[in-house]
């Protein structure tokens, strides 16, 4: 314990120099540019300099000053004021996927920021940029346990990329420019800055800061051409190549040389649920998706292939299944921009650090023209099976009650396939990402890495404003949109056009499909019981309907997709559907069950 | 003064725990900022693993801290722990290393009543023998320091224990050197700083 008091002491007296941390001033240095303001102001100024242009908020006493600097830059900065900080935080997230820019949250602190910590856990198991900022007691009060204090530096420290406290208003610059900086660069994740008020009143000269290196972070690793020229070796020599494709590949800008890379080696893709969109649903390499409610063609094919080449995926357990059996006879190529994932879960052959657009594109210049034509004949018998033992039954069951894969399937064919999906969680998200077709990259919204049910609605939000011109259609279900449904609110008063779709089972539907399969039919606490969603909807203003028959569900679609801004579409679906096929957590990729 | 006991047992049963193990040396340069021994610790936490010991002091280069932590672990969780240190923002660089790399000490202190120190048989001997040395004596306390490896100075507080308690015992954690021959951050800076006068920016958002 000593030590660590000792410890603590030094820092808190070295003050830190910032100059020794890379950051470079890079105002014109005229002395127009240098004008006094209060460092709330610098914040905005500093927000406006990294190109922001919408945030997600919620005031509160500890972020006032920077509310009411916000007041006079209405015209520049879009604040949407949310129903709740968590709603702020998946709203930035959905802004961040569609857009690739960094999403923006101010909040205030204590209750305000404790409501960020899900969608903070939720932007870095995702990778992705968003920047939360929290107003904070005053510097002199910290520590006290004054009125709304909380240790937000110790919360979100394990959560997030980067976490740092501001106590003077002179920081304010050079702190948000390092936030951006590390949101966005090499692996992208979630960034906090803790501003306490005196900072955000403190008057400072302002200058813009720009930071484009720091010392201590290396965002995107050295490629290394030995390991470029052994994996191109080792794919020329391939017979029976997979490709895995993740986010990886989204947020390296790198659909191009994917697609460039499996065209030229003839090599089949498939892809994780985060991945989804980086590979056009009808290219005709695209072999589909793995995982746990993934295609059985590309599973069954993972401990098959004899090349497996995993590109910016975590191998995370809801795609790898059981690891001791995991692609054993393969060898194994792994891109990614972070050295952390290497041989994290599945031990590589030839690992390949880098952004996958400069090391997909050096290994296609080694790459011989191939066909695999045999093997990528093999997928069709799965496929051909999985499509009439479930997805007939799913997506054209002809009699009974609608079917959350027909929903699904409809509004895709109705948009042209060409929508932003965003989904919440449990069988809804999967349905959603399973049914769903894309013809662009950046077009699925979801909550990969934490499950986070509530994601959706927010996200949809955030979504709509980082892709204006596109339609987002948001699925979820019934009790994923009671989680965050108080964002109604925001959709509302800030007329966003998303078209939320309920597929309503009036179960948890997911928990009731485990239980069911694995804990005897004993559908402990996941029947729920639902209030009038239309009439929630039209309280807000928000104009629905509610579809049980099959006859009336395109004309449904229709007239949501006709009606200019938001609109509930409720579909009544069978209450006790499965996802199938179904790959039991923890076991091998190949035990499928398909109903 | 109560005499204390207890301590060579906590400390000997829990290495005894881990007999399969390694004993790693973990080194961390770090900047200097509000809450890094946080951020590293909670790596060790997530994984369920167990700092032995932890020193921490300025290095010999401006404005970076130096962490020697060691930990009982097997291969792979080190190197896991070790990529996952490394990956925050603020640590500049973070390895590993086993005994044979290293040369490596810890400091002991120990507190001893004058007069039953006096009471032994030769107080030169046990000196010399452990190569340890009289610190601060007053009538009633001498201050008895020891540096070594853990195996000498435990050696030192289990003789003394024995033949006429300790008062007080505390014991650093441990630092170390390793036998190549530059300090491994000086050549990652430099390497560094060429790499910025080649590339200008990365800015892709
Ligand atoms: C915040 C949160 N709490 C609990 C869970 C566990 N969980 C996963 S799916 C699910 C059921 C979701 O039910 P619903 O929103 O109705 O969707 P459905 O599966 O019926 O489509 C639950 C409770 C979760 N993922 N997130
Ligand atoms: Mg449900």
């Known amino acids: 314990m000593k030590e660590i008091n000792d410890m603590q002491g030094m820092a808190g007296q070295a003050r830190h120099d910032k100059s020794a941390m890379g950051h470079t001033l890079k105002g014109t240095g005229a002395d127009h540019d240098k004008f006094k303001m209060k460092g709330a102001q610098s914040l905005i100024e500093a927000l406006l300099h990294e190109g922001v242009d919408t945030i997600f908020g919620y005031p509160g006493g500890q972020a006032i000053p920077i509310y009411d600097a916000l007041y006079d830059y209405k015209d520049k900065l879009n604040h949407i004021l949310v129903r709740h900080e968590q709603g702020a935080t998946h709203a930035a997230q959905g802004y961040a996927r569609v857009s690739g820019k960094v999403g923006v949250t101010l909040v205030t602190s204590g209750p305000g920021v404790a409501n960020t910590i899900t969608g903070i856990a939720d932007a870095m198991m995702d990778s992705t940029p968003i920047v939360v900022i929290a107003g904070q007691v005053p510097s002199n009060l910290l520590g006290t346990d004054a009125f709304q204090e909380v240790d937000v530096i110790g919360v979100t420290l394990p959560i997030s990329k980067w976490a740092y406290q501001v106590r003077h208003a002179e920081e304010i610059p050079w702190a948000v420019a390092r936030a951006f900086y590390i949101a966005s660069t090499g692996r992208p994740g979630p960034v906090v800055l803790d501003i306490a008020k005196n900072a955000q009143v403190g008057i400072v000269d302002y200058r813009p800061v720009s930071i484009d290196h720091i010392r201590s972070y290396i965002p995107v690793p050295d490629m290394e051409p030995e390991r470029i020229a052994e994996a191109a070796q080792l794919i020329d020599a391939a017979q029976k190549p997979l490709a895995l494709v993740g986010q990886g590949v989204i947020l390296g800008n790198a659909e191009k040389e994917l697609l460039d890379f499996l065209r030229k080696a003839d090599i089949p893709a498939a892809s994780t649920v985060l991945g989804l969109s980086a590979l056009p649903s009808d290219e005709p390499l695209n072999v589909g998706m793995l995982g746990m409610h993934g295609n059985v063609a590309p599973n069954l094919k993972t401990n098959e292939c004899d090349v497996l080449i995993a590109i910016g995926i975590r191998f995370d357990d809801r795609v790898t299944g059981d690891l001791n059996s995991y692609a054993k006879q393969a060898k194994i190529i792994h891109f990614d921009v972070d050295p952390a994932e290497i041989d994290k879960n599945v031990k590589v052959d030839i690992p390949i650090l880098g952004n996958a657009k400069e090391t997909l594109a050096a290994v296609v210049k080694l790459l011989k023209e191939n066909k695999h034509t045999a093997w990528r004949d093999e997928f069709k018998a799965p496929w051909e099976k999985e499509i009439q033992v479930v997805i007939n039954k799913e997506l054209h069951p002809g009699t009974g009650p609608l079917t959350m894969g027909e929903v699904v399937h409809k509004v895709s064919e109705a948009t042209g396939h060409d929508a932003v999906l965003v989904t919440d969680v449990g069988q809804n998200q999967m349905m959603g990402v399973r049914y769903f077709q894309f013809k662009q990259t950046r077009s699925v919204v979801t909550s990969g890495g934490l499950g986070t049910m509530g994601y959706g609605l927010p996200a949809a939000i955030g979504a709509k404003f980082g892709a204006p011109e596109r339609t987002v259609c948001l699925f979820t279900g019934d009790g994923g949109l009671q989680m965050t449904i108080q964002e109604l609110g925001t959709i509302m008063q800030s007329n966003v056009d998303v078209k939320i779709i309920l597929l309503n089972n009036d179960y948890l539907g997911m928990v009731r499909q485990w239980q069911e399969l694995f804990w005897q039919e004993r559908y402990s606490e996941t029947l729920m019981q639902n209030p009038d969603f239309i009439k929630i909807a039209a309280a807000y203003n928000i104009p629905g309907r509610l579809v049980s028959e099959r006859e009336e569900l395109d004309e449904a679609i229709r007239e949501m997709l006709e009606t200019k801004g938001p609109y509930l579409l409720e579909a009544k679906v069978v209450r006790k559907g499965m996802v199938y096929p179904m790959v039991p957590a923890g076991s091998a990729v190949t035990n499928i069950i398909l109903g | ?205």
Do not use: C
Not at chain 2, 141 to 157: C, M, N, P, R, S
């Open chain 2, 1 to 205: 003064m109560e005499e204390i006991n207890d301590n060579q047992g906590i400390a000997g049963q829990a290495r005894n725990d881990d007999n399969e193990k390694t004993l790693y040396t973990i080194t961390i340069f770090s900047e200097n900022m509000v809450g890094l021994l946080n951020q590293v610790t909670i790596i060790f936490t997530r994984r369920g693993l167990n700092i032995e010991t932890l020193s921490v002091s300025p290095s010999a280069i401006e404005g970076i801290h130096k962490f020697t932590i060691t930990a009982f672990s097997e291969r792979d969780d080190i190197e896991k722990i070790v990529k996952q240190i490394d990956k925050r923002v603020d640590i500049v660089k973070a390895y590993y290393n086993t005994d044979e790399d290293l040369v490596f000490q810890e400091i002991a202190l120990y507190k001893v009543s004058t007069q039953k120190l006096l009471s032994l048989d030769s107080i030169e001997g046990i000196v010399r023998r452990y190569n340890a040395r009289i610190l601060d004596m007053t009538e009633v306390w001498v201050i008895l320091e020891k540096t070594g490896h853990y195996d000498e100075t435990q050696a030192l507080f289990k003789e003394l224990s024995e033949k006429i308690g300790v008062l007080q015992f505390i014991r650093s954690g441990r630092v170390a050197i390793t036998k190549s021959k530059v300090e491994r951050l000086s050549d990652m800076l430099a390497a560094m700083e060429e790499k910025l006068n080649r590339k200008p920016t990365i800015h892709n958002y």
